[in-house]
């Protein structure tokens, strides 16, 4: 992997880490970020923006070529753990191109810049790393973004509920406890569910 300066359609400067040994058989090139804190989350999503070379359009490199890439995580309490060996990654997935480019999009300078996000969860240790192996495809990861998400402080019917993020399976709702707002009280503990995907539930029955 090498890490090249670009522009992007809107000629602003992008960085991207690229690959591209579709000629040359056995093919294994790890790309690892920093460490990522999960700042007490733990269910989080990655978000992949990329593009990837159709295998069609490269001349004599049909038998070694790919035209997928795989995404791994390694979860550790230790921030300055960097020689991790390949198999103590946890494999996330897959990952293939909604659209490829061609010799073509290369002369016309269109990117065609694909988006995946997966999610990786239940967490439990203080952060991870993440990995790209590329196998012998042609890539250049363009951006890596990783994020949770949280239901936001609000005030509902007199109570405060606090920001709150959401829990490690994708269909768990927390129930959090609200506090009265200055000169109220409660006839019961105000509650709300706070959704997977970060919207707050009222409580049936």
Request: net charge negative; with cysteine; proline share 3%.
């Amino acid at each position: 992997w090498e890490e090249i300066g670009e522009v992007d359609e809107n000629y602003a400067p992008i960085h991207t880490y690229q690959v591209c040994k579709v000629m040359e058989h056995n093919q294994n090139n790890w790309l690892q970020t920093n460490f990522i804190l999960n700042q007490g989350a733990q269910r989080v999503f990655v978000e992949l923006k990329f593009t990837l070379r159709d295998c069609n359009s490269l001349p004599g490199g049909l038998g070694t070529c790919k035209e997928t890439f795989n995404v791994y995580y390694y979860e550790t309490n230790d921030e300055e753990r960097r020689n991790i060996r390949e198999s103590q990654y946890t494999k996330i997935d897959t990952i293939a191109a909604d659209e490829s480019f061609t010799e073509l999009d290369l002369g016309d300078r269109v990117m065609k810049l694909n988006t995946e996000v997966r999610d990786l969860g239940p967490l439990t240790r203080k952060g991870f790393y993440l990995a790209f192996q590329d196998l012998g495809a042609c890539i250049a990861l363009v951006s890596v973004r990783v994020f949770y998400k949280k239901c936001p402080f609000v005030v509902r019917n007199l109570a405060l509920f606090p920001d709150t993020i959401t829990g490690a399976d994708s269909s768990q709702l927390l129930e959090v406890s609200g506090t009265c707002v200055n000169n109220s009280l409660a006839d019961e503990l105000p509650r709300m569910h706070c959704s997977a995907e970060g919207e707050w539930l009222v409580p049936i029955g």
